[in-house]
């Protein structure tokens, strides 16, 4: 049994793995499920016992992403044994990390996720919501310690996202692709200088 759900498992990922390739390489709408399974190497029949259809894989790959970004948004704390800039830093660096080294998943929710349908739209606004909610809370908390300059919170939350939005989009566009590590120097200063008190 154990053996089983391993292999179906491992079937699952080789999928996901051959659609981020796929949907990022040739769109949503040009690939085809026989792109997928000949990539991942899998009989259409397994295809099938793991999705329900491309679109099903298609929001499983999107799942993906939105679960790697939650995972690295962690609260600033100031009982941390580093500073609160240094935690800031390593926080971008962590998100523009996962993002960058997962180039595939993030092209695909910056080009192919947008306008594909209600239900997907639906999705990544709820997922947008979710992160601003969470970094205008971020920001808030950080005003009432004295640490972030005052005014509304949620344009500098929307700012904040949108400049990483678009920092990320032109790296992905490859108009503009320095270092990761300069990337992420630069975005801190940015993010630092914009919001410090």
Same mark, same amino acid.
């Given at each position: ?21 796929? &949907? ?26 793991? &999705? ?52 595939? @998943? ?17 999705? @990544?606004?709820? &997922? ?70």
């Amino acid at each position: 049994m154990a053996t089983r759900r391993a292999l179906r498992d491992d079937k699952r990922l080789k999928i996901l793995g051959a659609a981020r390739v796929e &949907f990022a390489r040739r769109g949503y709408h040009a690939t085809g499920v026989d792109d997928i399974i000949k990539r991942a190497r899998v009989a259409r029949g397994t295809f099938y016992q793991l &999705f329900k259809s491309k679109r099903d894989l298609f929001d499983a790959v999107v799942d993906e992403l939105f679960h790697l970004v939650y995972q690295r948004c962690t609260p600033i704390r100031l009982d941390a044994p580093v500073t609160v800039e240094r935690q800031m830093q390593e926080l971008v660096s962590d998100i523009i990390g996962t993002l960058v080294e997962n180039v595939d @998943l993030a092209k695909i929710l910056l080009n192919e996720a947008v306008g594909l349908d209600a239900e997907l739209d639906d999705k @990544l606004t709820g &997922f947008y919501h979710r992160l601003l909610t969470l970094l205008e809370g971020s920001l808030r908390k950080g005003q009432q310690m004295g640490i972030v300059r005052g005014g509304d919170a949620a344009v500098l939350a929307t700012c904040l996202l949108g400049c990483v939005k678009e920092v990320l989009y032109q790296y992905i566009l490859g108009t503009r692709r320095p270092p990761v590590s300069q990337l992420v120097e630069e975005l801190h200063k940015f993010i630092v200088e914009g919001v410090h008190a």
